[in-house]
């Protein structure tokens, strides 16, 4: 009774120390025990000597060390690049210009592009003003003609004593009307008609469906002057510090790169981060918000947990889960030259009340012949009713009880 009141609990283990291995006979289902000694050992637990504390230490893990943000800058063509700053780092804020491509090639475009739009509005106002009038009047002419003449025909058909006046008249074969040629004078005229129609309608539809796609065209070829202009100017999208990744020469000022290559590269050291992938670790259920990571470098550095990104592997191309941690650089300057390493960390969890901090293997020893289970929650449940796993860390579990 008095080791329950102090917390004092005795176990009795076997153990068993051999000289040999114990074998099994070819030919027998006994077990040889011969040069083995069973000793009994009492286990007595004593929670005064384990600390109670209010932070639980889960696991030593790899953690990736990377400025709060990084751009790796690329140019959008081949061309020549102009860089405006001296040197290959430089500390820029937001907005600043550092470099531009092939100023001389887009000047020409704008020009090119200021003449083809005048261009297109000169050819339309000579549709408009010349070109269909003139096929009006073209179509309208041919279809009097072809009126004229097909009623010349009905009359000498009807009158025959017209066909030696038609012949001094009009001269030619209109006075000679057979069947055929009456024929060919309807057919003549319906299509002056059609021509007419056309003239009338579907030529100024024609003309405007021409100008809408001169104006798409036109449009395209602005967007992509200016989309051109913009990608021609380099400025730096955010506040840090900017190096450049050319084969920089001191004192050169152009050079040719390649499309997509990268030029530059922009880091926000204002925060230093660390990445931890979670997998799916056993402390993926815990709050996040009561994280941190201890570094294991020379200051022993602590951060806490910021944000729960999904990050996609480019190696893998898989989503993977990441928690990150961060400090300021201010209060630790000496991680800005461990950015692009990765470090091994402490992943440290507050606990939202003291609890005792025990071992697993002082558990598991001390549960031999009083529990089945594998669950340490469910362990410790049985050896101490009341008591409750608040974490569990690699090593050791956080056990709140009061007795």
Known sequence: ????????????????????LG??????????????????????????????LNELSLQTLP???????????????AGILTL????????????????????????????????????????????EKLDLPEKKRLAKEELQEA???V????????????????????????????????????????????????????DEKLRKGQIRIQEMDFAKNERNYEQAKERSVYEAPFLGELRIELDYVEGQQEYTVGARETIATLNDY???????????????????????????????TMMPFQDDRIILDKRTRKEERYYVFAVPLSQSESLKRLTGTQMRGDLVYKLPEVCYI????????????????????????????????????????AISYQF
């Open 358 to 397: 025990v071992p697993k293997y002082d558990l598991s020893l001390y549960a031999l012949g009083k529990s089945d289970s594998v669950d340490w929650a469910e362990m410790v449940g049985e050896l101490w009713p009341g008591a409750k796993v608040i974490a569990e860390g690699l090593g050791d579990v």
């Open 270 to 300: 204002s925060e230093i981060h660390g990445h931890l992938r979670v997998k799916n670790a056993s402390w993926i259920n815990l709050s996040p918000q009561r994280l941190y990571i201890q570094l294991q470098d020379r200051d022993r």
């Open 23 to 52: 074998c099994f006979s070819c030919d027998s289902d006994k077990k040889d025990t011969e040069g083995v000694a069973i000793e009994e050992v009492e286990v007595s637990w004593d929670w005064a000597k384990y600390d109670r």
């Open 151 to 202: 009623r010349l025909m009905e009359m000498i058909m009807d009158n025959p004593a017209m066909e030696e006046m038609s012949a001094e008249l009009f001269g030619g074969d209109i006075a000679s009307v057979t069947d055929t040629s009456f024929q060919e004078a309807k057919d003549a005229l319906s299509l002056a008609e059609q021509k007419m129609a056309w003239a009338d309608e579907y």
């Open 84 to 127: 405006e700053l001296e040197g290959d780092v430089h500390e820029v804020r937001k907005g600043m210009r550092f470099a531009r491509m092939d100023v001389d090639t887009l000047a020409e475009q704008g020009e090119r592009l200021a003449i083809l739009e005048e261009k297109r509005l000169l050819e339309d106002m000579r549709a």
């Open 147 to 149: 009126r004229r003449k």
């Open 1 to 20: 009774m008095n080791d329950l009141v102090t917390g004092r609990f005795v176990s009795r283990v076997v153990i068993v120390a051999s000289c040999a």
């Open 63 to 77: 953690v990736d060390i990377k400025p709060r943000q990084s751009l790796a800058i690329k140019s959008e063509a």
